[in-house]
Nanobody, 115 residues
Framework: QVQLVESGGGLVQPGGSLRLSCAAS????????MGWYRQAPEKQRELVAT???????NYADSVKGRFTISRDNAKNTVYLQMNSLKPEDTAVYYC?????????WGQGTQVTVSS
């Protein structure tokens, strides 16, 4: 019933931009902290950014100043605007809903930044 569906990934050149979207269903979207995580091949999943119900945001140091997380509660959607992309940003990006009892995850969307 709970579904998080990411979209917007793709192949871009260094310095380019992508906008990821995560459409949520089956949860009371507006009350939960949402986040974006990423996982590169052979690496652990890491936090990229989070946004609370009050639109307070936190970012990993590696993406500060380049990425912007936002949410549209009316559309049950969280976004990640990624600018000035670097090859090091290449990863599968996952949407996360942080509920009190558990975390829900999307299927992931691939972001590849060519070198």
């Amino acid at each position: 019933q709970v579904q998080l569906v990411e979209s917007g990934g793709g192949l871009v050149q260094p310095g380019g931009s992508l906008r990821l979207s995560c459409a949520a269903s089956g949860i009371f979207f507006s009350i939960y902290t949402m986040g974006w995580y990423r996982q590169a091949p052979e690496k652990q999943r890491e936090l990229v950014a989070t946004i609370t119900r009050g639109n307070n945001t936190n970012y990993a140091d590696s993406v500060k100043g380049r990425f912007t997380i936002s949410r549209d509660n009316a559309k049950n959607t969280v976004y990640l605007q990624m600018n000035s992309l670097k090859p090091e940003d290449t990863a599968v990006y996952y949407c996360n809903a942080h509920l009190p009892t558990k975390n829900y995850w999307g299927q992931g969307t691939q972001v590849t930044v060519s070198s």
